[in-house]
């Protein structure tokens, strides 16, 4: 929950002087990660932990 | 090239870390406006895991010494100082009334999140449908409405996203004064606990990566 907070807040909240577009991420196991624990409530994730290790 | 981690008011207070890829902190005032910059190793346009986490860790070191930071978001760096100081004297006005907003204050984030959707059998016709879709809508803007509600006395600013997933009921972020922090986390739980169904999360305290936007998207309270 906090990681992809975090780098949701990084990549597409904060200033820009530039009007760049958002940058895209290259390690895609962080994305990927982020989304699940931005879905899974507490519960949901325990269980995916759980399942994974 | 240049890397950007934030602006604030000169003169800055520099703490001691190090920048993406163990670079050293410097800043250059303009008009007023310190930028927090290092040597930027990369002119890559993505962003790695390593590069988002100095990233975060600079900024979130400057915001816990200094009153008033502007967290920058993770872009591609800059030519050079000249290219960055005229960036930021384009844009002076907005970054300083930026600046006296987040002055003393941070930011917390709230989640409100549904465990599971209801279902919705194939055999529904489309209106009921609709009105299924329509109801859910209504009920989150409910929960955004109380939380606004509880927290509105204590927050200066405000941003809140509804239904941005199935189950992402609410996504919002609050502007407010470092001392009110625990006062947000139990006006939190007290709606939360009127929703036994829901899960309601807060994090933070962050930098105010979501008021330092300077195009005028941020919802401010008068």
């Known amino acids: 929950m906090t990681l992809i907070e975090l780098v949701d807040r990084v990549l597409n909240k904060g200033v820009t002087l530039t009007g760049d577009i958002t940058l895209s991420v290259a390690d895609v196991d962080l994305v990927y990660v982020g989304l699940r624990l931005l879905l899974a409530s507490v519960g949901t994730l325990e269980r995916l932990e759980s399942e994974h290790t | ?222």
């Open chain 2, 1 to 222: 090239m240049l890397h950007l981690y934030a602006l604030a008011d000169h003169p800055v207070r520099l703490p001691p870390v190090q920048g993406i890829g163990g670079s050293a902190l410097v800043a250059v005032e303009v008009e007023g406006i310190d930028a927090v910059l290092s040597s930027s190793p990369t002119t890559a346009h993505e962003a790695t895991q390593e590069e988002i986490l100095a990233h975060a860790a600079v900024v979130e070191k400057l915001a816990s010494v200094n009153e008033a930071v502007l967290p920058a978001r993770l872009s591609r760096p800059y030519e050079n100082e000249i290219a960055l100081s005229e960036a930021i004297r384009n844009r002076g006005p907005e970054l300083r009334k930026a600046l006296d907003r987040v002055r003393g204050c941070t930011e917390m984030g709230v989640r409100v999140i549904r465990e599971s959707r209801s279902e919705h059998p194939d055999a529904v016709s489309g209106g009921e449908y609709m009105r299924g879709r329509l109801q859910e809508i209504r009920a989150a803007e409910r929960v955004a409405e109380e939380i606004h509600d509880a927290v509105h006395a204590i927050s200066r600013a405000e941003t809140q996203q509804v239904l941005a997933s199935p189950q992402l009921v609410l996504s919002a972020a609050y502007l407010l004064p470092r001392s009110e922090v625990d006062s947000l986390r139990t006006a939190v739980e007290k709606v939360g606990r009127t929703r036994p169904e829901l899960t309601f999360i807060c994090t933070g305290p962050w930098p105010p990566y979501s008021f330092a936007l300077v195009d005028g998207s941020v919802g401010e309270q008068a």
